[in-house]
């Protein structure tokens, strides 16, 4: 079984990306504004939600993505350990909504602490229902994900063969798809963990 999201691409390339960042911090340290920054580009072209990105959603281009990331940057701004708490995420993103006069979703997070079962259960849930999930990994015991330590990422699809489950990570323009199982197992005991979103007056998917 397997579920992808029909996520955006701006270039060519899926998502959006620190790379593209004009502003210093924002390249080395806006991973989390991104992450908020990717889930309004694709509620905007997929929910019809404009009034959450300012700009034109049926042309798409770096420029304006960058622009896009400095309004989000006061929200979730880079600062010293990171957005490295789901509810730093949550606090500022819920503020970005509400000043863009957005009242009608909510955000919940899932904390890395969480069985690992249960944490399948929300990706395969959320994929389903058609909300991209942002994932902070902090520490890793494994080298095979250095490149998503203390980095806030998207998660936008899930596959299961023979038992074995994968999410598709979005991440710097690219894709890859991860274990989840050891995705989730950092072996540290401060963890990251997921976002959630539904509607207000929904149940958590």
């Not at 420029?63 to 490295?84: H, Q, S, T």
Request: glycine share 10%; net charge neutral.
């Amino acid at each position: 079984m397997k579920k992808e999201l029909d996520y955006f691409s701006i270039d060519g390339v899926q998502g959006g990306s620190q790379d593209w960042m004009s502003n210093f911090l924002m390249k080395f340290g806006g991973c989390a504004a991104l992450a908020a920054c990717d889930t309004c580009i694709y509620l905007a072209a997929k929910q019809g939600w404009k009034q959450i990105y300012p700009y034109n959603i049926a042309h798409l281009c770096r420029e304006d993505y960058d622009r896009f990331a400095m309004k989000m940057k006061p929200y979730l701004r880079p600062r010293i350990g990171g957005v490295d708490r789901l509810s730093l995420y949550i606090e500022g993103f819920q503020r970005y909504l509400a000043d863009a006069g957005v009242t009608d979703l909510c955000l919940e997070g899932l904390e890395g602490q969480t069985p690992y079962e249960k944490a399948e259960e929300a990706v395969e849930a959320q994929i389903q229902a058609g909300w991209p999930i942002p994932c902070l990994t902090l520490k890793h015991k494994e080298p095979a994900y250095d490149d998503y330590v203390w980095h806030w990422y998207m998660l936008t699809g899930y596959k299961k063969e023979a038992g074995h489950f994968s999410v598709k990570a979005v991440t710097y323009g690219g894709a890859r798809w991860l274990d989840f199982r050891g995705l989730w197992d950092t072996g540290y005991e401060k963890k990251g963990g997921l976002i959630l979103y539904r509607f207000a007056g929904a149940k958590m998917a």
